[in-house]
T-cell receptor
């Protein structure tokens, strides 16, 4: 079945550092891929969506790209701020399009 | 803007008791979902629904029931709550194959 693997459980950075989070996926289709962000005490909220049509998405200084050849997609930001401290999840639309399959999340901690 | 609300926001239940978590959406979305979140496991799908009066099992349905009495409302029912069901529960809504909009979550503690 479809799956998403997010190996980085924790990333610790200082302000202005470069952020890079990677996910790999397995599916029989060309999926739509998502990055969600979850701040403490809140539900996940959509950060970026990437489709086979565009291969890249940009929002709030974050950039997501995906590589069909290596079945991976990543999230990056050139210069993080303390306010970017959160949990970041990658996800894809499962077969049949009825639900999202989420990675296990990457906790990003940014110190001033 | 999309809106999904959940009630209660937190609850303490006793082992063996019945718990009902409620979700309401004003997005006019066909699909609604219940997830649980545990540290180290991300979000796991319990049940979902794509039309009123019908529910489908997700990846971890054991010990949970769901009810979709209308397009706007979706409930998660724990008939006999157990310690292992202590978690944060999230409801979400979406259109088929599109991004999901999440509620703020319900923190459930079973003692």
């Amino acid at each position: 079945g479809d799956s998403v693997t997010q190996k980085q459980g924790q990333v610790t950075l200082s302000e202005d550092d470069f952020l890079f989070i990677n996910c790999t996926y397995s599916t029989t289709t060309y999926p739509t891929l998502f990055w969600y962000v979850q701040y403490p005490g809140q539900g996940p909220q959509l950060l970026l969506k990437v489709t086979t049509a565009n291969n890249k998405g940009i929002s709030r200084g974050f950039e997501a790209t995906y590589d069909k050849g290596t079945t991976s997609f990543h999230l990056q930001k050139a210069s993080v701020q303390e306010s970017d401290s959160a949990v970041y999840f990658c996800a894809l639309v499962g077969q049949g399009g009825r639900a999202l399959i989420f990675g296990t999340g990457t906790t990003v901690s940014v110190s001033p | 803007e999309a809106a999904v609300t959940q009630s209660p926001r937190s609850k303490v239940a006793v082992t063996g008791g019945k718990v009902t978590l409620s979700c309401h959406q004003t997005n006019n979305h066909d699909y609604m979902y219940w997830y649980r979140q545990d540290t180290g496991h991300g979000l796991r799908l319990i049940h979902y629904s794509y039309v009123a009066d019908s529910t489908e099992k997700g990846d971890i349905p054991d010990g949970y029931k769901a009810s979709r009495p209308s397009q706007e409302n979706f409930s998660l029912i724990l008939e006999l709550a157990s310690l292992s069901q202590t978690a944060v529960y999230f409801c979400a809504s979406s259109e088929l194959g599109r991004e999901q909009y999440f509620g703020p979550g319900t923190r459930l503690t079973v003692l």
